[in-house]
């Protein structure tokens, strides 16, 4: 499961809500958790615009006046709810995963300014913790930090963060390790920032999906970075470019591909241009080995042909300094180039062996 979250300051904004149904598209969401909605009243109406056109199931939690409010969508056909629990500063879902039948409760937190307020909630939360068994994940604003590097340009509370740190040693939770920006929180002129969002799972959870990752993303347009929890083993597709490595045993090969990407240049889109880079290299790459390659075989039959006529020399006569020293380095740069030919020939084998393989599978599927 891929678990989004974000602080929007309010929903009403469409670009805000473009924004995230773009996010839930790109990164495969199939739980989104957003704090903030600073909404009252029925506005079912406009849910399914965060999600797009196929199934969803959401729960509410309505704002109080223009302060707060929580929204949690999800995929019915991936999780399956029996159970909510609908707090001020909390909304909590129960279900059970429909492929394997694991119950997981996803807790959408938004924690108050006030730091006693954040204390009692906090108490609230290791209740409903150790209420229910099965996996939890918290995720959402926690208004607080756990450690004085977790803050930038702004004041670190050792108190607020030891409660804060107490509740989540009580509520025997973890935390992965989170990549993309190290804040994720900005203040509007942007020169004070912290780390206020984070996923918090139960150990079992951590257990089931050792390898998940957590990422905090670009605040586009909001002040809080929306920040992604995957459990997905993401498949990258093929590979961009295939090379050898007896490419990079050819002397000069390293410093021709530094070369190569200095000079680059493309304008568009990071993504493509990196798998053009990529492209670009190779192509150059390969046709600077082939003409080195060339040379090569030219240099190694030459030595060759002169080691012959010196080994005849050898059988008339004692050879002298400069005859010994230059059939020993005719000697070691064939011993050379026919280490780079067995080693290119390896990889060759191979790679047509892994090409021949995957054209029989497709053929015996097909």
Known sequence: MNFLSVNLRGVRDSRKVEWIRGLKTTHGAHFVAIQETKMAGNFNFSINRFWGRTLLDYET?????????????????????????????????AGKLRMTGDVVLVVNIYAQNDPIERRALWGELVQLRRSQPGMWVFLGDFNDVRRPEERFNSEFNSMNAHFFNQFIEDADLVEYQMGGKKYTYRSDNGTNMSKLDRFLVSRDFMGKWPLASVTALSNLVSDHCPILLSTVEIDYGKIPIRLFNSWFEIPGAVEYV???????????????????????????????VYSRKSEMNSEYNAKVKRLEEIEVVAEQRLLNQVELEERAECKDLISEMDRLKSMDMRQKSRYDGLRTGTRTRSTSTG
């Open 258 to 288: 530094e070369n190569l990407m200095a000079v680059f240049r493309f304008q568009g889109p990071a993504d493509l241009a990196l798998d053009v880079k990529l492209k670009w290299v190779k192509k150059r790459l390969k046709e600077w």
């Open 61 to 93: 939690v309505e704002a109080i006046g223009r302060s707060g409010g929580l929204l949690t969508i999800w995929d019915p056909t991936v999780f399956e709810k029996f159970g909510v629990i609908k707090n001020r500063n909390f909304l909590a879902v």
